[in-house]
């Protein structure tokens, strides 16, 4: 029984990985450079309903972020602050308080950009350009599309059960 939930849950997870990336790479224009206005971000909310989640978007952003233009510093940086921000929003206490940990989690791949540019103008417009996008995709239109959600029992009982 402990191997079929093991592979149930390797499964789902394989399934959120790819359509994370997928949702990425769909929009390529609006999902790499200074304002990256990705969709697949919406999923990063799953998290607040149910830790599991964490591997599949993990390994979805890693693969998402190969296809990025600095596709090396992206899967460490971006990679590693997705991971955090997930650690985070597990601690919070509201979904939207939960949202707003991907927005601030953009300093981890903005120290690394620092470090490469050396430039601190251009760093702080990045920075606001990178949480601006951040905050958009997230904390307001995946709050609400995620409230919505909240009231469907079907869907909240699978996130759940994930």
């Given at each position: 029984?402990?191997?079929?939930?093991?592979?149930?849950?390797?499964?789902?997870?394989?399934?959120?990985?790819?359509?994370?990336?997928?949702?990425?790479?769909?929009?390529?224009?609006?999902?790499?450079?200074?304002?990256?206005?990705?969709?697949?971000?919406?999923?990063?909310?799953?998290?607040?309903?149910?830790?599991?989640?964490?591997?599949?978007?993990?390994?979805?952003?890693?693969?998402?972020?190969?296809?990025?233009?600095?596709?090396?510093?992206?899967?460490?940086?971006?990679?590693?602050?997705?991971?955090?921000?997930?650690?985070?929003?597990?601690?919070?206490?509201?979904?939207?308080?939960?949202?707003?940990?991907?927005?601030?989690?953009?300093?981890?791949?903005?120290?690394?950009?620092?470090?490469?540019?050396?430039?601190?103008?251009?760093?702080?417009?990045?920075?606001?350009?990178?949480?601006?996008?951040?905050?958009?995709?997230?904390?307001?239109?995946?709050?609400?599309?995620?409230?919505?959600?909240?009231k469907n029992d079907g869907f909240m009982k699978y996130i759940r059960e994930f």
């Open positions: 029984m402990k191997n079929n939930l093991d592979t149930n849950f390797l499964v789902k997870s394989a399934i959120v990985a790819a359509l994370y990336a997928v949702l990425t790479l769909l929009l390529p224009m609006a999902s790499y450079g200074p304002i990256q206005l990705r969709f697949s971000e919406i999923m990063v909310l799953l998290v607040f309903y149910n830790k599991r989640f964490i591997p599949g978007l993990v390994l979805g952003c890693a693969i998402a972020n190969l296809f990025s233009p600095m596709a090396a510093f992206d899967v460490v940086f971006g990679t590693l602050s997705s991971y955090i921000a997930f650690r985070l929003i597990l601690k919070s206490k509201t979904l939207f308080k939960a949202s707003l940990w991907p927005v601030l989690m953009v300093i981890v791949p903005a120290l690394g950009t620092y470090f490469i540019l050396a430039n601190d103008a251009v760093l702080f417009i990045m920075i606001l350009e990178f949480m601006a996008s951040e905050f958009i995709m997230v904390s307001i239109i995946g709050v609400l599309i995620f409230k919505m959600l909240e």
